[in-house]
C-alpha cells in the first residue's frame, strides 16, 4: 500500500519534504485515493472468483455461463454456477455426475455415492439413478433444498436417466448401552458445537424451483 511517506520520498529535493508542509499535505491527499483505488482493484481481482463475487459481479459471472439468477441468494447462486460449467461439460455418466455434484458443493468425490437402479432389490429400474450420499451439512450451509438440488441432478443425468431417490444421510445415530461417547453421532449440546446430523429425503414438494 503506497504511503505518503513513500511519495514524499519520490520528490526532488527542490520540494520541501515535511509531511505537514502543503507539499506533504498534498501528497497525503493523493495518497489516500491511491489507497482507495488498491483496495478496488484488489476487490476485483478476488470477485473474478466465484466464491468471493457477490451481489451484482455474480450475477456477470452467471450470465458469461448462461445461468440466470432467479429468486436465489449467493451461496444458492454460486453453486448453481459452479454445476452448470460442470454440465456444459457433462458426458452424463456416472463418474461425471459425481464429478459435477463435488464440484458445485465444494466436496471430496469419495462423499458422494451413486448408484443405477437396474439392480435394486425393491423397485428394479432400467435408466433410473439414486444419490443415496451426499454431504447435507454443505447442502444445509448453502440454504439450498434437496429438492432444489435435485434440479441439479436432474438437469446433469443424460436425457430419459429418472432420478428416482435422493437419499440424504446423516450422521446420527442411537449407540448400545456401554457405547463410549461420539460427537459426531450423538446428541448435541446446547450450543450446537457437536452432536450428529439428521438426514433428509427428496420427494416432490412446495420449494421454488430454479432458474436452471
Known amino acids: 500500500m503506497i504511503t505518503a511517506a513513500d511519495i514524499i520520498s519520490k520528490l526532488t529535493d527542490v520540494f520541501t519534504k515535511n509531511p505537514e508542509s502543503n507539499v506533504g499535505k498534498l501528497c497525503q491527499i493523493m495518497s489516500g485515493q491511491i489507497a482507495k483505488l488498491q483496495t478496488t482493484n484488489e476487490r476485483i481481482r478476488l470477485w473474478r472468483d466465484v466464491d468471493q463475487a457477490e451481489g451484482t459481479t455474480l450475477d456477470l459471472t452467471g450470465d458469461n455461463v448462461g445461468q440466470a439468477r432467479g429468486a436465489a441468494t ?31 458443493l465444494g466436496c471430496e468425490y469419495s462423499e458422494i455415492k451413486i448408484e443405477e437402479m437396474y439392480a435394486d432389490p425393491i423397485a428394479p429400474e432400467p435408466a433410473g439413478i439414486k444419490l443415496i450420499e451426499l454431504p447435507l451439512a454443505t447442502l444445509n450451509a448453502a440454504g439450498m433444498s434437496p429438492q432444489q438440488f435435485a434440479q441439479i441432478i436432474k438437469r446433469t443425468v443424460a436425457g430419459g436417466v429418472r432420478v428416482g431417490v435422493i437419499e440424504l444421510t446423516g450422521t446420527f445415530e442411537f449407540g448400545n448401552i456401554g457405547d463410549p461417547p461420539d460427537n459426531n453421532a450423538g446428541f448435541a449440546d446446547l450450543g450446537q458445537t457437536f452432536g450428529g446430523t439428521l438426514g433428509a429425503a427428496y420427494s416432490p414438494g412446495s420449494s421454488p424451483e430454479l432458474p436452471i
Open 74 to 104: 449467493d451461496e444458492v447462486y454460486r453453486i448453481m454456477i459452479k454445476s452448470k460449467v460442470a454440465r456444459n461439460l457433462s458426458t452424463a455418466d456416472i463418474n461425471t455426475i459425481i464429478r459435477v455434484l463435488s464440484l458445485a
